[in-house]
């Protein structure tokens, strides 16, 4: 089912959870897109991000999602535990990332034990489970964490490559070079 546009709307959004933390912020991302969103650090970027799942509270403005909009969100810092003796096959199958082929930069990770994936290695498989899952938003808060510079080269590909697997993408990320070569567009969000 392809949802129609835009998939998001903010609108005046001031968003945090016992008090503001962000906004006001407006921003529309419609399908196809890929959307860069940066800012200062402390300025709220994973708090909007927050408001957008429902887990931060939209305090003043509006956000309107799609109707039956999916959501995929890989965050900057996903949980490993110490020992995790499943692989990156495993996850794929438990995201429910279907039969879509791996892409090159990928294959060497599916078939290791994911607590032995270095930390640029485990991010990079986590953006791939978050682009090929079910979805029609992905947002990426902090992608290119823990990357060397051969890792985030694989996230461009992957980037330019996912947009048949998805409706939208929203990166969050402080490295402008990257968000220039991977969005259409970017929004800044002030401190």
Same mark, same amino acid.
């Given at each position: 089912?392809?949802?129609?546009?835009?998939?998001?709307?903010?609108?005046? !959004?001031?968003?945090?959870? =016992?008090?503001?933390? @962000?906004?006001? @912020?407006?921003?529309?991302?419609?399908?196809?897109?890929?959307?860069? #969103?940066?800012?200062?650090?402390?300025?709220? /970027?994973?708090?909007?991000?927050?408001?957008? $799942?429902?887990? =931060?509270?939209?305090?003043?403005?509006?956000?309107? /999602?799609?109707?039956? #909009?999916?959501?995929? !969100?890989?965050?900057?810092?996903?949980?490993?535990?110490?020992?995790?003796?499943?692989?990156?096959?495993?996850?794929?199958?438990?995201?429910?990332?279907?039969?879509?082929?791996?892409?090159?930069? $990928?294959?060497?990770?599916?078939?290791?034990?994911?607590?032995?994936?270095?930390?640029?290695?485990?991010?990079?498989?986590? @953006?791939?489970?978050?682009?090929?899952?079910?979805?029609?938003? !992905?947002?990426?808060?902090?992608?290119?964490?823990?990357?060397?510079?051969?890792? /985030?080269?694989?996230?461009?590909?992957?980037?330019?490559?996912?947009?048949?697997?998805?409706?939208?993408?929203? @990166? $969050?990320?402080?490295?402008?070079?990257?968000?220039?070569?991977?969005?259409?567009?970017?929004?800044?969000?002030? =401190?």
């Amino acid at each position: 089912m392809t949802i129609p546009s835009p998939l998001l709307e903010l609108d005046g !959004v001031v968003a945090g959870y =016992a008090a503001p933390v @962000v906004g006001p @912020v407006s921003l529309t991302l419609h399908h196809g897109e890929v959307v860069g #969103l940066t800012g200062p650090n402390g300025s709220g /970027k994973t708090t909007l991000v927050n408001a957008v $799942i429902g887990t =931060a509270r939209v305090l003043e403005g509006r956000l309107q /999602k799609a109707p039956g #909009l999916r959501v995929n !969100v890989q965050r900057q810092h996903p949980v490993r535990l110490p020992e995790m003796p499943f692989t990156g096959t495993d996850l794929l199958r438990l995201v429910d990332a279907g039969e879509r082929p791996v892409p090159d930069s $990928i294959r060497p990770f599916v078939e290791r034990r994911i607590d032995r994936l270095s930390g640029g290695q485990y991010q990079l498989l986590q @953006v791939w489970a978050c682009l090929s899952a079910p979805a029609d938003l !992905v947002i990426l808060d902090e992608p290119t964490t823990n990357m060397d510079p051969a890792s /985030k080269r694989s996230l461009e590909d992957l980037l330019r490559a996912s947009h048949e697997l998805v409706g939208s993408i929203l @990166v $969050i990320s402080h490295d402008h070079a990257f968000l220039e070569r991977v969005t259409s567009r970017t929004a800044r969000i002030a =401190a």
